[in-house]
């Protein structure tokens, strides 16, 4: 069985993409005006590891906001605790600890939806990973949550699904390069390597 990489950010638009790039800057200046900014941390670490900036500059992102959670909201100061325990601390137990406590109580958190199905289908666990992703995409239409919903598919071999979950994801984000990479997948995984190399090349 072949499977994608499973990811947190999603494909965006060149236009979005810039946009998107700005973000760690709006955050560190908004932590240069109050250097205890918990909130504003934690949205650069998230910033940073969307970006694909530096593992240092996320690390001490993600330490500050760890350190100052006290300060945060439950919500947000588990998703800081989670955020830690995946990227800086490893320690998955604790990271899928931090994302049931926020689903707990907010069952349609799609930040953690999206993340803790991560989480479980790095495990093995395709069944519940495939049950968040499912219901994050039931309620936001980001790319993240459709890649991770076919992902947790194709670990069960539920082709077909994956199938539809792609067409789902093509109707509402359009070009996304994502959704040539998750054909190409499903293809290999049928021995399809005609239409492997078809999506592949189409990239």
Do not use: C
């Amino acid at each position: 069985m072949i499977s994608p990489k499973l990811e947190k950010p999603g494909g965006l638009s060149e236009h979005n993409w810039h946009a998107f790039t700005q973000e760690p800057q709006l955050f560190r200046q908004a932590i240069a005006l109050d250097s205890s900014f918990a909130m504003a941390y934690r949205k650069l670490a998230a910033a940073l590891y969307n970006t694909q900036a530096s593992a240092e500059d996320q690390i001490a992102a993600g330490t500050h906001a760890f350190r100052l959670r006290d300060r945060l909201p439950p919500n947000e100061s588990d998703l800081a605790a989670a955020w830690y325990y995946d990227i800086v601390d490893y320690d998955p137990a604790q990271a899928i600890a931090a994302y049931r406590a926020v689903l707990d109580r907010d069952p349609d958190n799609d930040i953690a939806l999206n993340n803790l199905s991560i989480q479980l289908a790095r495990r093995g666990q395709a069944v519940e990973a495939e049950s968040l992703a499912a219901r994050g995409a039931r309620l936001t239409s980001a790319s993240t949550l459709y890649l991770n919903l076919a992902v947790a598919q194709i670990q069960q071999g539920h082709l077909d699904a994956a199938d539809s979950t792609v067409a789902r994801w093509e109707s509402s984000s359009g070009g996304d390069p994502g959704i040539l990479r998750l054909r190409g997948v499903i293809a290999a995984n049928r021995h399809d390597f005609a239409a492997e190399g078809q999506a592949y090349r189409a990239l």
